[in-house]
C-alpha cells in the first residue's frame, strides 16, 4: 500500500498508466514514428502540435509550449492541484493510498515539518557554538558580522561527516522520512538510509513572518566546496519564489521606513543588517518574482533594489523591471560599481555611502531605457530593436502621465520621434514583452539548451558539470535556474523539476529540451555534448565580454581618455590570452 507522500507513488502511477490513454480521453492524438502527436487542448490551433512521448511519459506543444508528465496534464486540463491530481490517478491505477501514513499535507502536517526544522535549527546553533564551530566562527568574524547579529538570526554550523545529523535525528527519534521532505536529509541511491544534505557549512536558517523555520541555505567557509551556496529544496512549507531571507526580522524596520531595500543573498543582506541598514530582505537564489513583490506590498509599495556592478547584475536589474511592472510598480536601482557587491562595498566604503546610493537611486525604468540607449550606441542593438523594446515595456506602465513622460525621454535619447513610440506602446499593449538580455544568438541559445537536454537526459553527469561552474556563464535565465535546481539541490527528476517551475516558462523548457534531444542517445554521447557546449557558452561569453571591450576602447580613444584606454586594454590582453 504506497504513502499518499511517497515520491515512489508518483512513479507508480507513470509506470502503471499511460500517458497517450490519459491524452487520448481529452484530445485526438494520432502515432507518428516513434512518438505521437495531437491537437493541443491547452490553445486554439487547427493543426497538431502536440507531441506525446510515451516512453518518456511526457509531452510538449511545439506552438503555446505547455509541456509536463501525465500528472502535469490532468492538472492543467482539469485545473486541479497536484495532491487531488496524485489521489485521482493513483485511483485509475488502482493504487490503495495508505490512509493511515502519516500525513505532511494540511495545518497539522505542516506543523510537525516546521517542527524538526526548528530541531534542526537549534542543533546547528549549538555545533556553531562548540569546538567543531570554531572555524565558522571565524568566517564570521572575518566577514565582519557581529556576535549578536549571527546570534539574533540564529546562524548555524553544519558540522562535516555525511551522517552526523542523521545520527542526532536517530538518537532524538525524529522520522527521517519527514527529515527527507523538507531537505535536511537525502535518500541514498540504494534506498538504504540517508545521509546529510548540509555538511561542513555555515548554516542560515530561513524564518517567515510568524518567526517558524522553512527552511535553511548552507555556505561553504573553506572555499574548497563546491557550490558556494546549497539551499533547502522545495518542500510544503518552503517556497522560495514567494520567501525572503530576514523579513521576520526586518518588516517593522520596512514599515517606518516606508520603503524595503532588497538585495541578493545571505551575506549581503547581514552586511547591509548589521551596518544599521535594517528595512532590507534578501531573494534567495531565484530571481525577482511576483509573488515577491506581492508578499513585499503589505509592509511598503516603496523599493529599492540593489545588483551587483557586474553583466550579470545589470541584466538581473532589467529582468526585475517586468515583474515590478505587472504589480504596476515603479522601484528604483543601485548599480554598484564593478566588481562589488554590497559586502564588499560597505567594507569598503562605509554605511554612509551605501546609504547616499540609495538616497539617490535611478528609477528602474530610467536604468532600462539608460541601458537600452547605451546597448543602441554601442551596437548591441539596432535602432528599430531598441525602439521596440522600449514601447513593449513602458505599454505596461499603468500611470498615463508617467508614460508620456518616460515615452518622451526615450524618444530623445534615441532620436526619434515621440509618436513612433506612442504608435507602438499603444499597438503593442498587453503583449508580453521580454527584458533585454542583450542579443544572445539562437546558436548560444541551443548550446545551452543542449546541455541542459543532455543533463536532464543523464543527470549522473552533474558533478561534470558543476566541477566547470558554468552557471555564471549561461545567458538564458530559465535554463540558468533549472540548472541551479539540478546543481546546487540535487533535482534530477524531471517529474520533480516539472512540479517545481510548474507555470514558469522554465517548465516548456524542461519538456521541450527533452523532445528536441533524439541525438543523445548514451552516456557517452552526453558526456562528449556537454563538454563541447560548456566550452562554447564560455567561449560566446569571453567573445561577448572581448567585444564590448573593444567598443570602450574605441570610445577612450575619441575621449582621449588614455589611462582608461590602458587599463581595457590590459584586461582586453588578459582575456584574449583565454582564447
Sequence with gaps: MANFNDDGLVNEIKRRLSIIDLVESYTSVKKTGRGYVGLCPFHDGRNPSMHIDEEKGLFHCFSCGAGGDILGFYMRYNNTTFPEALAELAKRANIPIEKTAPKTKGARGAGTLLKINSIVSKYYQKTLESTRGNQARQYLEKRGIPKEVAAEFGLGYAPDGWDSLTKFLTKHKVPLGFAEKVGLLVRRNSGDGFYDRFRGRLMFPIVNVDGKVIGFGGRVIDGEGEPKYINSPESEVYHKRSSFYGLDKSRDHIRRARRAIIVEGYMDFLSVYSSGIKNAVATLGTALTRDHVGVLKRYTDRYVVIFDGDESGIKAAVRSLDVFLEEGLLPNVVILPEGTDPDSFISARGKDELLSLIENAAGLLDFYIDNTVREYRSGTLTLKRSVKEIADVLAKVNDPIAKNGYAKKAAEKLGVRENELL?????????????????????????????????????ELSETVREKDISADISNPDVKAVLEEMLMNGVHDASALLHIFQDSPAQTLITGALFSSPGISDRDTA??????????????????????????IDEAVRNKDSALEKEILKEYSELMKLK
Excluded at 430 to 452: C, D, F, R, W, Y
Design 423 to 459: 504608435s507602438l506602446m499603444r499597438f503593442g499593449k498587453g503583449q508580453a514583452a521580454k527584458p533585454v538580455e542583450g542579443a544572445a544568438s539562437s546558436t548560444q541559445v541551443n548550446h545551452e539548451q543542449t546541455l541542459l537536454a543532455a543533463l536532464l537526459k543523464f543527470p
Design 527 to 552: 558526456g562528449r555534448m556537454i563538454e563541447t557546449c560548456i566550452k562554447k557558452v564560455k567561449q560566446k561569453k569571453l567573445d561577448d565580454r572581448l567585444k564590448i571591450l573593444r567598443l570602450r
